[in-house]
């Protein structure tokens, strides 16, 4: 059974990366959600896609240049539509706290970091996630590979994906040097020997982002084990089930 993961929540329902957005996909059915976890100024661990704040806040400039105290103030769900007004960018905390309680599979996605903060900021998100989270159901993503590395050195018994568009054979030796479970790429650049040289190789392949039934009929028949999805009617598509 191919394992559906909400994208940034239900973001076609609420604004992505927010609380509204993953409560939305949890009530709809989803087991498994996708965010994204970047750190501001102070080392506070956020969640939130992009490297600036201007098109999902009304704030301005680089999110690592930011303090938590100005990230706390912004509005992130204006932009999506005025009935989510004042919603706020979630720290990952509080989203660690919320998976433990709802029991949903976390995929946790480690945006790039520079050299200088790397060590420090996955030191405070791991510490969150053991004190907070339940860790049987956290998976760590990224698409940096110094993140995978640092989290092997630090011996995390956290499943590790590593994300890439266009996979090629030298991220499949990445893979499994830092010893992933699984890699993500685009949809956009998979084929059924892509998915087969990726699961030749004892990881697990995941794809995203998928936005209608017949690319999951396709997929299907290319045996992929993880979709990433924005839109929650894609939960109960029937071909997903026909998976390996
Ligand atoms: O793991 C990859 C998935 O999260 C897609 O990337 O850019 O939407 O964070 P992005
Ligand atoms: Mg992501």
Known sequence: MIVRIAHRGAKLEAPENTMSAFTAAFN????????????????????????????????NGPVDQCTYQTIQSLDAGSWFHEDFKGTSIPQLSELLRWQKQSDIALHLEIKPMSPEVLNAGLDVILKQVYAL???????????????????????????????????????????????CRQINSSY????????????????????FTIDHGAQIQELTQYNVDAVFIDDMRLLNENTLSLGR
């Not at 996708?34 to 080392?43: A, F, I, K, P």
């Not at 339940?134 to 590979?145: D, G, P």
């Open 188 to 207: 956009n650049h998979v084929c059924r020997k892509s998915i087969q040289d990726i699961q030749d190789r004892g990881f697990q392949a995941g794809v």
């Open 28 to 59: 709809q059915g989803a087991t498994n959600i996708e965010c994204d976890v970047r750190l501001t100024s102070d080392n506070v661990p956020i969640i939130m896609h992009d490297a600036t704040l201007e098109r999902t806040t009304n704030g």
């Open 133 to 179: 989270a339940n860790t049987e159901k956290i998976f760590l993503l990224s698409f940096q590979y110094a993140v995978l590395e640092r989290l092997q050195e630090l011996n995390s018994p956290l499943p590790r994906v590593l994300s890439v568009f266009h996979c090629q054979q030298q991220d499949i030796e990445n893979a499994a040097a830092v010893n």
